[in-house]
């Protein structure tokens, strides 16, 4: 069964740092282009940030910028995002997912597949 599980969030103070976590079940990462999106309640889920295959091409949100950083691990099998910096508003369930048919970064939630379950991120005081 080809599964991403995502997984790092929490509860952080406004400006604290989360690192989250994406790992591959089932099929190597290798190949593919990943991307973190997040949902807050009420809203669309909105892509955050990818990454391609060799890590050669990253984009970011313009409301993430300068704050986030996308790596990856192919040897572990594993994605990453470290949030720094962190404001209210992006409280949100964090979803990773598998960029569909070419390995090429987007912000369309329908070129990607695969879905983790989400991960929590909840930033208050």
């Known amino acids: 069964q080809l599964q991403l599980v995502d997984s790092g969030g929490g509860l952080v103070q406004p400006g604290g740092s989360l690192r989250l976590s994406c790992a591959a079940s089932?099929?190597?990462?290798?190949?593919?282009?990943i991307g973190w999106f997040r949902q807050a309640p009420g809203k669309e889920r909105e892509g955050v940030s990818c990454?391609?295959?060799?890590?050669?091409?990253?984009d970011y949100s313009d409301s993430v910028k300068g704050r986030f950083i996308i790596s990856r691990d192919n040897a572990k099998n594993t994605v990453y995002l470290q949030m720094n910096s962190l404001k209210p508003e992006d409280t949100a369930v964090y979803y990773c997912?598998?960029?569909?048919?070419?390995?090429?970064?987007?912000?369309?939630?329908?070129?990607?597949?695969?879905w983790g379950q989400g991960t929590q991120v909840t930033v208050s005081s």
């Open positions: 997912a598998k960029r569909l048919g070419i390995n090429l970064c987007s912000s369309r939630k329908s070129d990607f597949g695969s």
């Open positions: 990454i391609t295959n060799s890590g050669r091409i990253i």
């Open positions: 089932g099929f190597t990462l290798d190949y593919y282009a």
